[in-house]
């Protein structure tokens, strides 16, 4: 039994920590991180600070896709473990207050899963309408292509049963026939077996493009989100308190529908948000911060947004215009080799040349902003990435734990491990690990813990409201989070330069500010706009206070 | 004016509002509201279409305009509150305004624009006119770039102009501006022009603000500037320019800020223009300058008229001025019928080259001096009419490449004078 369900809106007040089990802790010597490396690792993530893991795809798999081709959902990769071991790093998890949250393909599976296998072998098998298959290769034409870099149309010709199969991201991934009631049912039944098991929520992938249809773009349709409103009413009925999170990339007003009337997802990643951020940063300039949030709809209020910096994947750029895409590349990603479909496969350090300062404004800003947060794993030491690695392979390497042998990740002869460590001077486990920050007062993993524990000291940040400041310095992005009677400021200096700024704030004259990190007082608001002074890429925090 | 509070307060928290720019448009303005609208959104759309990455500001300078112009200036802003649906910026576009007097100065607002340049850290900096109505995008991009790009301090336009426009220009600013300071600038006194912070930083640090010379005529300053401080200048096609109506009565506030402005250069720069022979072209960008030859009315019998009766009644002020064989040809000259009537250019440099040895001597009040080369030049405009009336554009561009060669040889006789002045 999960005892960390009792607030049915916890996601709310999340922090999610974002890690593949391979990636962070090998606890048998085979070069591959596991569960029990993970469940030794969770006091860690409890001291960070974090509340919630999303564990990355972890089922039997032939791993060309990292995980997300799956080849059976009822177990998990013998390479981390049993499932006797995941069940261990859920209750432990669960015993530090840690919510855990799993990955679920909906929308397809490995072309090596039985079902595929089966559905292949003529077209009178029962398993054939799982899948989606033609003739020809000419159906559904308005249908975008993903992976553009990899894959020359959604249809691939199977030789067995001589037909073609529908996939919207590599050909070795076929998707599943939603259309199918047989289909519909078997996935609710795979997701009810985790949820029994006691899994807090679910991550499902690549949910806008479950149900096809000739002259669409078969993303969002209507059918979707049946399949999804259905699959909501019965996790409340038989599972309340559990969450479901969209991966959908999609501009603000198509993940609208996503949250349908609080009858589809509690959670929606904010794709658009993300590279504005970053493009923010590099112009000095709040506008494409404001705009995209201006932009974004209301959401009711049991739903919620789920922020990141970075994840798993390239830095997305298809919720961008044409001139944003070419001036992101050009200020992250000069060298083409780190472009990759239509994005940036790099860690969050690495994009930021490594400078603190703009790390800690950004996660200040993904800490503050209306939503969950989530931190990928390795960025609140400043990882960096291998982009000699293929695919995104690059930001997937093993957690540095260590200075020593492999990186503290693992026993194993250093080449026998599933990907090779970071080892350049800036960004290799001697120098970047979570032990030398641990042992250092101001390194950035003290930094984050702080930082996590200001934000868990209030729901505002998680359940209240925002308001935009628009000072005439257009470098500084200032807003107020409310909720009830509390209010907080938040200022943030996008630039690279010192900076003034002056603050209508003139409806709370006579409260004083306590900057939340030192909790110090700053002069009281009066009629005049209040002037701050901030340092380059600096971010406060202030809690209004009327003494 | 104290240096210290020369830009106000409000100005000044404006300017902290911008920060730092890489581009900065400056708009010298005074009751524009008729064109200045279509201008600043046409120089918006040149910044977004262009320059899209850069940081870029447009600074308007207002002499106390009573129609709303600087309204209509700010309103073209773009940021995250103030969006035009129709425009897509990546970044903030502000547009501030400052009024600095009552009364209208080219000079208050050039030192103006030239101060925000300078706190702004503008790299490349414009000016452009209220009033142009010719005015494309591709004029910001094309005074922009050479020094955005090029590391050009100084751009100087050019345009597509009918042969019959500029003619001050034509006749007496390139020519002289090119025979003294050896460059081959045909725009030495523009309305629009581009120039390099480190040009605008230098120029704003030494130039004599308030001396009482020109206070106005600071852009042809600002060009001698260049030339004497040995900047790079070049020399940017920005397209054609329809002729802006002037009155006569405009034609001696023009010279006093642009002759005027060039007859007391000459003193403060004569170790820099006295040791210079011949002239240099300038690096160019675009397409070479052509002039236009439709039909334009002008009325030469009043040109002439104003030049018999200027130089009747200022006899006694050209005596202090001109030397005796230049007064007693003028004379002459005035006396001859309407078609025989002939101002030539040798006449007209002399003519012109003692006025600026006058100047420098000030034989009489300098105001006077410039007044009363009003109606000569008119003179000279006839004759230039006439000469070219059926011209082709290759005949104008030679006549106007013959007065400019006058102006050279006779130099040394300026020089003469100059020095027999002293």
């Known amino acids: 039994m999960n005892p960390t369900t009792k607030d049915a809106l916890w996601y709310k007040d999340a922090i999610i920590y974002q890690v593949h089990v391979r990636t962070f802790n090998d606890s048998n010597g085979d070069g591959i991180g596991d569960f029990l490396g993970l469940e030794k690792k969770l006091d860690y993530l409890q001291e960070l600070g974090v509340n919630a893991i999303w564990l990355m795809p972890f089922f039997p798999s032939p791993l060309r896709d990292d995980g997300y081709d799956i080849a059976d959902y009822d177990s998990v990769h013998p390479s981390y473990g049993t499932l006797e071991d995941f069940r261990k790093v859920l209750d432990s998890a669960h015993q530090r207050g840690i919510r855990v949250i799993i990955e679920m393909v909906l929308n397809h599976t490995s072309d090596q899963h039985p079902w595929f296998q089966e559905a292949r072998i003529s077209q009178d098998n029962h398993r054939r309408n799982w899948y989606v298959w033609s ?52 996935m609710w039944n795979v ?69 349908g009337d609080s009858d589809e997802f509690h959670m929606a990643f904010h794709f658009p948000l993300m590279p504005r951020m970053f493009m923010g940063l590099k112009l000095e300039d709040r506008k494409p911060i404001t705009e995209i949030l201006q932009q974004t709809p209301e959401i009711p209020p049991s739903c919620q947004w789920s922020l990141f910096l970075r994840n798993h994947d390239e830095l997305t750029l298809e919720m961008v215009t044409d001139i944003e895409r070419d001036y992101m590349y050009d200020m992250y990603a000069q060298d083409r080799t780190m472009r990759l479909n239509l994005g940036i496969r790099r860690r969050l350090a690495p994009l930021l040349n490594n ?8 996660n200040s800003m993904l800490m503050s902003l209306p939503g969950t947060p989530i931190i990928y794993y390795g960025d609140e030491i400043a990882m960096g990435d291998n982009i000699s690695l293929g695919d995104r392979n690059g930001v997937r390497t093993p957690m540095q734990w260590t200075g020593g042998w492999n990186a503290g990740f693992s026993s194993a002869e250093p080449e026998k491990l599933y990907a090779p460590l970071i080892h350049d001077p800036v960004y290799g486990y001697p120098a970047v690990n979570v032990a030398a920050q641990r042992e250092s007062e101001h390194s950035l993993f003290h930094w984050m813990q702080r930082i996590i524990a200001v934000r868990k000291s209030s729901a505002v940040f998680g359940r209240g409201s925002i308001e935009f400041l628009y000072p005439a310095n257009h470098r500084i992005l200032a807003y107020l989070r409310r909720l009830g009677n509390e209010s907080v400021l938040m200022v943030n200096n996008l630039s690279s330069a010192a900076q003034a700024v002056e603050l209508d704030l003139r409806r709370y004259k006579g409260n004083v500010l306590i900057e939340m990190f030192g909790n110090n007082l700053f002069p009281r608001v009066g009629e005049l706009p209040y002037l701050l002074t901030l340092g380059p890429y600096q971010s406060y925090w202030f809690r209004l206070r009327r003494v | 004016m104290e240096d210290g509070n020369f830009l106000t307060d409000d100005f000044l928290r404006q300017l902290i509002n911008v920060g730092e720019v890489d581009i900065l448009v400056g708009l010298p303005t005074h009751n524009n509201a008729k064109t200045v609208g279509s201008v600043v959104h046409t120089i918006r759309t040149g910044i977004l279409r262009s320059f899209p990455r850069e940081r870029a500001v447009i600074i308007n300078a207002d002499g106390g305009s009573r129609d709303g112009t600087p309204e209509l200036i700010t309103g073209v802003s773009i940021d995250d509150v103030r969006r035009d649906s129709g425009v897509y910026a990546l970044r903030t576009l502000h547009a501030i305004s400052t009024k600095y007097a009552s009364t209208p100065q080219s000079e208050v607002a050039m030192r103006t624009i030239l101060a925000a340049a300078e706190l702004l850290r503008a790299k490349a900096c414009i000016v452009m006119s209220p009033e142009s109505e010719s005015i494309t995008p591709e004029w910001v991009t094309n005074l922009v770039r050479p020094v955005y790009s090029d590391s050009f301090d100084l751009v100087s336009p050019t345009y597509h102009r009918h042969k019959f426009d500029g003619l001050l220009m034509t006749n007496l600013l390139y020519p002289m501006v090119r025979a003294l300071y050896g460059v081959k600038i045909r725009e030495a006194y523009m309305p629009e022009f581009g120039f390099s912070g480190r040009l605008g930083s230098q120029f704003l640090g030494q130039n004599r603000w308030n001396d009482g010379i020109g206070e106005n005529g600071t852009e042809l300053r600002l060009t001698l500037a260049a030339v004497t401080g040995g900047f790079r200048i070049c020399q940017s096609f920005l397209g ?46 675009g397409a070479d300058p052509e002039v236009a030859l439709d039909p334009l009315r002008v009325n030469r019998k009043r040109l002439r008229d104003m030049f018999v009766r200027g130089v009747s009644e200022l006899e006694s002020v050209f005596q202090t001025i001109l030397a005796a064989s230049t007064l007693v040809e003028l004379k ?91």
């Open chain 1, 355 to 362: 400078d603190r300062r703009r790390i800690e404004l950004m």
């Open chain 1, 135 to 186: 003739d020809t290769d000419t159906q559904f034409k308005d249908t975008r292509i993903i992976f553009l870099d990899t894959e020359k149309s959604n249809w691939a010709w199977d030789p067995a049963s001589k037909s073609f199969y529908w996939h919207r991201f590599f050909s070795h991934q076929p998707d599943l026939n939603y259309d199918n009631p047989a289909v519909r049912e078997h």
């Open chain 2, 240 to 285: 054609k320019k329809d002729p802006v109506e002037r009155r006569a009565a405009d034609l001696v506030p023009t010279l006093r800020h642009s002759v005027g402005v060039l007859f007391s250069a000459l003193e403060s720069d004569f170790n820099a223009w006295s040791t210079v022979s011949g002239s240099q072209e300038v690096p160019a960008f």
């Open chain 1, 191 to 259: 997701m009810k077996f985790w949820l029994e098991m006691g899994v807090d929520g679910f991550r499902l992938d690549a949910v806008p493009y479950l149900i096809e249809r000739e002259g669409t773009n078969c993303e969002n349709l209507p059918e979707t989100h049946a399949i999804i409103k259905e699959l909501r009413r019965r996790l409340d009925e038989q599972f309340p308190g559990r969450m479901l999170l969209a991966e959908a990339n999609q501009w603000p007003a198509d993940l609208r529908p996503y949250f």
């Open chain 2, 332 to 422: 002459r000259i005035a006396g001859l019928g309407e078609e025989e009537f002939r101002y030539p250019a040798e006449l007209w440099v002399r003519t012109v080259y003692e006025f600026a040895a006058a100047f420098q001597k000030s034989v009489i009040s300098r105001d006077h001096i410039i007044q009363a080369l009003a109606p000569l030049f008119r003179g000279r405009v006839y004759t230039f009419v006439v000469e070219n009336r059926n011209g082709s554009a290759n005949d104008v561009a030679n006549n106007i490449e013959s007065l400019c060669l006058e102006f050279e040889r006779l130099k040394p006789y300026l020089l003469e004078i100059w020095k027999s002045k002293q």
